[in-house]
C-alpha cells in the first residue's frame, strides 16, 4: 500500500513536470529528453523513442530515439510510413490505438520473422499522440530487451495518460516551429521583392500593396497562435488535476477490493481498517483538491479565450480581469522564479475592449520572460513584474509595466515596436509581437505607448487611454 502512494505521488510530480516543461522549452528533442529522464523515475524506460508524423507527405521522423540494442535513424530523416502490417509503430499510428506486445506475438505476426525495425524487443509499448481534432501527431513508444523488465496494466494506464500529456505540449512546440519556419520563408520572400523593387519602380505600387496585405495575414496568423498556444496551455493545466483525480480514483478502487476480500476472509484488522481509512482520506482530499483548481481554470480560461476571439466593447472590472490573464498564463510562468504584482484599484471599471487589454498584457509578460529573464543554461534568472493602473482625471487610465529584467539598448529599443524585428530570429521569434502590442495599444484602445529601457535595468512600458470608449453603430446594433 505504501509503495503504491509513493507511486501515485511520482506520477503527480511528472505529470506537474510535463506541464512545466510544455511552458518552457522552445525545442522538441529537449521537451521529449525531459520527459524520458521524468519517466525513468516510475517504469523501466531505458528503451524509449518518439516518431512524429510529417503533415506534408506520409513520412515519419524520430525525433527522439535512446536504445540499449539498436541505433536509432537521424532525427532529420524522413522515413515512409509502413503499413500496419510491417511496423507496430506505424500500426498503433494508423489505428490510432495503444498496444502492448511480446517477442512471441510480434513473431507469431509475420511468421518468425522481424516485424518492424532493428531487434525484437522483449516486450513493447506504444501510445498515440493526438491533436485536439484526434488527428495522429505520431507515436510514443517504450520497450524492453531484458524478459526480467516487463509492463503491467497499471504501466499501460499510466502510459497512456502519460501519452495524453505530452500530445498537448508537443502540438504546441510544434504550432511554435511551424510559425517560425513560416515567418522566415514570408521574411525571405519579402527582402525578395524589396531587391526587385528597386530596379522595377512601375510595379512600386502593387508590391507595396502585397507586402501589407502579406503583414496583416502574418499579424492575423500572430494572433491565432497566440490564442491557439494559449488553448494548448489550458488543456495541460486541466489535463493535470484531472489526470491526477483519475490516478487517485483507481488506487482507490483497488484498495477497496483488496480491503473487501480481507473482510471476507476474516483476516480484517484494525490496523488494516485504519489504513485502508488514511488511502480514502489522502485520495478524496486529492481529488477535492485537484476538481476544485479544473472548475477554476476552466472558468478563469473561458472568459480570456471568449474576450481574445472578440471585438465588442463591455463593462469590465480591471483588477480581477488582470488576474484572469495571468492565470491563463500560468503554464508559462509555472516553475520559474519571476513574481508577478499587480497594483490596481478594486472599483476601476472600463468600458473598452477586453480582449485588446488581455493581447497587450500577454505580450508584455511573454516579452519579459522571453527577452528579460532570458535563462542561461539550465537555470532560469529570478526575477520581478509590476503592473500598475489608476484612473486619471479626465477619465484616462494610466497603466504602467515593468520588469527588472535584462533590458535592451538604445538601437534595440528604437526597432522595438517595428514589423519582422526581432533578435531571436531562427529561435522562434516571430518580430511581430511589439508590432501587435503597439497597434492595439494605439488603434483598438485609442491610447498612448511609451517605453523605457537600459541595459540592465529592465524595461518599463507607459500606457494611456480612456477609461470609457464608445460603441459605433454596428457595435451598438
Known sequence: MESRLVRLEAVQSMLLEIGQLSASCT???????AVHRALGRIMYADNFYVALAEREDDTVRFVYFVDTVDEGPSPDERLTLASPEQSPTAWVMLNKRPMTMTADQMRALDNGRNWG??????HWMGCPLFDQQHVVLGAIVVQSHLPQHTYSKEDEALFALIANHVSSALQGLQSMDRLERAVQERTRALAQARDTLEAQNSALAQALHQLQQAQSELVRQEKLASLGQMVAGVAHEINTPLGICVTATSHLVQELKLTREELAEGRMTEDSLAAFFDVVDQSLRIMTTNTQRAASLVRSFKQVAVDQSSDDIRSFNLGPYLNEVLLSLQPKLKGRPVKVEIDCPPDLVLDSFPG????????MVVNSLVHGFERKGDVDPAGRIRIRAALEDGGMVAFEYGDDGAGMDRDTLAKL??????????SGGSGLGGH???????????GTLRVESSPGQGLQYYLRFPQKLKKTPLQAG
Open 117 to 122: 525495425r532493428g531487434s525484437i524487443p522483449e
Open 27 to 33: 525545442d522538441i528533442t529537449d521537451f521529449i529528453g
Open 417 to 426: 515596436f517595428d514589423p519582422f524585428f526581432t533578435t531571436r530570429r531562427g
Open 356 to 363: 485588446a487589454v488581455s493581447q497587450i498584457v500577454t505580450n
Open 436 to 446: 501587435i502590442l503597439f497597434n492595439l495599444a494605439t488603434g483598438v484602445l485609442k
